[in-house]
């Protein structure tokens, strides 16, 4: 059980490398409004404004819960990753 639960997470950080690799540099928080704020850039947006796309789900061995890796784009250029324990 405990190796099946290391390779989720390794799952998980190779998505996240992934997605820098090809530019998704910014680093977006949902916050508890429900918008999204880009940790880089302090900027906010509405859910509805970017792209969002559900790109990978697995188990976060530190936090004790499934999370979900979604890369975003915004109308204003900003590429970035959003982890969250739900699917957007």
């Not at 997605?19 to 910014?26: I, N, P, S, V």
């Not at 900027?43 to 819960?65: A, K």
């Amino acid at each position: 059980m405990k190796n099946k639960i290391n390779l989720l997470n390794i799952s998980i950080t190779n998505k996240v490398i992934e997605l820098q690799e090809r530019g998704y540099d910014c680093d977006f928080l949902l916050l508890a409004n429900g918008s999204l704020l880009c940790m880089q850039t302090n900027t906010h947006h509405t859910i509805n404004s970017v792209s969002i796309r559900m790109l990978e789900h697995g188990f976060d061995f530190f936090g004790q819960c499934y999370k979900n890796v979604h890369s975003i784009e915004t109308g204003n250029g900003e590429r970035g990753v959003l982890l969250t324990e739900t699917i957007l």
